[in-house]
């Protein structure tokens, strides 16, 4: 379903794109998708965020709606189930709250609170049924969007997921020793770093529950899908730098692809932008070749058996929802409340989030 010309909300005015950041491919050849579940995702993680108190009241009253998770996620995994499509958002909002608790714990260096933290999220991947009652909302809220997206595929899946997921957690610890140290990692380091703390194969493999079927390790491993995955979460992670880049030079942070061009390569600030703008211009270029390919792939699956014409329909799903990924991402950016630098009263600090450190303190 081609969707929103404008915006998701009930507001008509058409979205600006600053012109250091517009990419005219995406806008024109990338349209815009949302899955008709939507309006009640939005509703439903907002008191997801409350009933599981991962936000107080008055934040999520004023900027839950305003920051755009579930518009992220809903034109993202269009062809989801709406079970799955729902604990996919509310596990992506807890993501993204996961995330500005672990900037305010390196921000007023509370090392205690954030090794805690690590631990406790390790535990309750792995068992996250034992820890839907922890005293810290954090974690109980992180077992809770984990158990849900365990119940939709076999267990292989789920290994998979946590395993994954346990890789993102231990390069989140080590870019809060990055950042309490000032240090700033080489281009080569970020990369590999980056592809960790964005999740990259914690979003890909999500596109799987989103399809209906497990993929097996010789489809999802062919370097057919996998270039076109890689490419389209290589895309959002450089796009997000990009368009992060002044809230994180405002903030004093060390993590990104254009701090890290400026600090090791000795490019200026508008040497760094349109370094980073290259990278996601051929991103764009060569997902449409990985695109192809990844079809054909998929093409060559449908050998006449059930299995083949399943997997070959799964692939096509996955790949679309690939494509659906650049346009989210891209109008994300532009939309959501995380980016409006300008309009927070101190740049340094989002409104969205609170500096208290949670759990039983």
């Not at 755009?68 to 034109?75: F, P, V």
């Not at 535990?123 to 068992?127: E, F, G, H, N, V």
């Given at each position: 379903?081609?969707?929103f010309?404008?915006s998701?909300?009930e507001?008509?005015?058409a979205?600006?794109?600053?012109p250091s950041?517009?990419l005219?491919v995406?806008?024109?050849?990338f349209?815009?998708q ?22 107080p009241?008055?934040k ?7 920051l ?8 993202y995994y ?9 604990a ?20 007023h ?5 954030w090794r805690r933290?690590?631990?406790r999220?390790h ?5 996250p ?6 005293p810290?909302p954090l974690?109980a809220?992180f077992?809770?969007s ?8 076999p ?7 946590a395993?994954?997921f ?5 390069a989140?610890?080590?870019?809060f ?27 890909t ?9 497990e993929?097996p ?6 370097p ?12 959002a ?10 809230k994180?030079i405002?903030?004093?942070e ?11 390569e000795g ?12 990278r ?6 060569e ?7 990844a ?12 299995q ?5 329909a ?13 346009s989210?991402?891209?109008?994300f ?9 300008d309009?927070?009263?101190?740049r340094?600090t ?12």
């Open positions: 379903m081609q969707a010309p404008h998701t909300t507001a008509t005015t979205v600006v794109v600053p950041l517009a005219p995406i806008e024109s050849g349209p815009r949302l899955h008709p579940y939507w309006p009640r995702l939005q509703e439903k993680t907002r008191l997801w965020l409350l009933e599981k108190r991962l936000m009241e008055d999520v009253r004023e900027y839950a709606d305003s755009r998770y579930t518009d992220l996620m809903a034109g269009t062809d989801a189930a709406d079970e799955v499509l729902q996919i958002a509310d596990y992506s909002a807890w993501f993204f709250v996961w995330d500005d608790r672990h900037d305010r714990d390196i921000v260096a509370r090392a205690g609170d933290l690590r631990h999220l535990t309750a991947l792995d068992a049924r034992h820890h839907l009652h922890h810290d974690v809220g077992a809770d984990v158990l849900r997206l365990y119940g939709f595929l267990g292989t899946w789920n290994q998979r997921f395993r994954h346990h890789a993102v957690i231990e989140y610890d080590r870019e020793d990055n950042r309490i140290q000032g240090y700033v990692p080489d281009v080569d380091e970020y990369l590999a770093l980056r592809r960790l703390t964005f999740a990259h194969w914690i979003w493999d999500l596109l799987e529950p989103s399809a209906g079927c993929l390790d010789p489809v999802r491993k062919n057919a899908y996998r270039r076109a995955a890689l490419l389209s979460q290589e895309f992670a450089w796009y997000n730098d990009l368009c992060s880049l002044p994180e405002a903030g004093d060390v993590h990104n692809l254009g701090i890290s061009l400026i600090t090791h490019l200026s600030l508008g040497e760094a932008v349109d370094d980073l703008r290259r996601v211009e051929t991103c764009v270029d997902f449409l070749e990985a695109e192809s390919e079809l054909r792939f998929a093409d060559a699956l449908a050998d006449g058996t059930v083949g014409k399943e997997w070959s799964a692939v096509r799903t996955c790949v679309g929802n690939m494509r659906n990924w650049f989210s991402v891209y109008w950016h532009h939309e959501s409340g995380r980016y409006m630098v309009s927070w009263a101190d340094s989002p409104p969205y989030v609170t500096n208290e450190a949670a759990g039983e303190k």
